[in-house]
């Protein structure tokens, strides 16, 4: 029998990663995470300070995930002694008339999620300074709230070096030789080990590409803009301002979305949720701005307490499966070798589920949730009824 080095290789240092190392040391397997870039970084897909929690999903399999994954999240908070989270609520405008709003709806009343409706001429004293859009309706996820992003990776890769955890930085991996053991190659060394999970964002595909195996992800930049209070505090989260979701306004095709102010003071995160498509090395050679127009046009109607003009513009990626869904699965041949790619621009939330269920892939056990519906297996269906 060869040697192996350890029990499992996470490549791949962002939430995902970060979650399955941690998920393995604690079943007490020898880990290892190769990050391409020294920690941390922001050129992939899980730094910035804030992320959305929420439960409300118009599928059932979401909400059914968010409702453990709320208890992992307090779960790491309280063995850590960090707060990583912060409950704001989440503000959802839609067309009152669409079949978005009420799938999503029914979805939470299925689902026993706590919700506010909040009727038209009740609005203005709830969320002040928002205008509601003509025939939009609004309901608000009273569980949702902010994440601590850049303090999650953090504290969980902490967490996990305290379990004797190894993180290995900087070391682009270059290679993966599959087997019932499996080498990878690195800038730096080779490795081995009985498993290899592949958490690598945006590069999912290039590292894949050793394997025989490509997925049908596209990877967008995304321009995460921050827009100044005209009065500082009007939306800001001590003053109980919620993060908020629009499906379907008049200025844009894909849904818009912000947080409060609070991790930049007098400036609210405000987003488009789609972008340009971009090699995620040549992220900011992307300097498409169109997004930014239609934010300006949405902020000018409905927020018109910002001044509709970014005062700041970071970037980040979203990796995009056909479907929206997560892909969560083994490699079609090569079983040890673990999958978890294309998150679609709302994973961050799931990360300690994500990390739980890649570990229990890796460990051929038997997974907590029916992964159905993150199967690799669903595009090539999809490719041959397309023939
Ligand atoms: C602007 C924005 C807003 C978002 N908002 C939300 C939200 O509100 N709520 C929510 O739940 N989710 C949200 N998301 C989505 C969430 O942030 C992502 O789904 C999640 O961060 C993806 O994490 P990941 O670990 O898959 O990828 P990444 O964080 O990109 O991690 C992949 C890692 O792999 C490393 N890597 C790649 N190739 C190699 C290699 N060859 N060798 C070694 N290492 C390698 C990379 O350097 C990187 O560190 C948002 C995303 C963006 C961009
Ligand atoms: O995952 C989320 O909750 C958010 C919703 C809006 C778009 C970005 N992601």
Known sequence: MTSQDYDCIVIGAGVHGSF????????????????????????????????????????????????????????????????????TGLLVMAPEHGKDYSALKCSMQRNNVPMVILPREQFSQHIPHVNLSQGNAALVDTT??????????????????????????GQKVIDITPGSVVTVTTSGGVYRAKSLVITAGPWANTLLSHTGLQIPLKVLKINVCYWREKVPGSYNIQHRFPCFIQLGSEEAKHDIYGLPSNEYPGLMKICYHSGSETEPDERDRQTDREDIDILQRYITRCFPGLVPVPAIVESCMYTVTPDLNFVLDQHPIHRNI??????????????????????????????????????????????????
């Open 338 to 387: 673990i999958i978890g790619a294309g998150f679609s621009g709302h994973g961050f939330k799931f990360g300690p589920i994500v990390g739980k269920l890649l570990s229990e892939l890796s460990q051929e056990e038997v997974p907590s949730y029916d992964l159905t519906p993150f199967r690799i297996g669903r595009f090539q269906a999809h490719s041959k009824s397309a023939l």
């Open 20 to 87: 399955t190392a941690y998920n393995l040391a604690k079943k007490s397997k020898k880990t290892i995470i190769l990050e391409q870039f020294l920690l941390p970084h922001s050129r992939g897909s899980s730094h910035g300070q804030t992320r959305i929690i929420r439960k409300a999903y118009d599928q059932d399999y979401y909400t059914h995930m968010m409702h453990e994954c709320y208890e992992l999240w307090e779960q790491l908070e309280k063995e850590a002694n960090v707060k990583l989270h912060r409950r």
């Open 144 to 169: 949702a709230g902010v994440l601590y992003a850049d303090r999650t990776l953090k504290t969980v890769q902490e967490q996990f070096q305290k379990l004797g955890g190894v993180i290995k930085d």
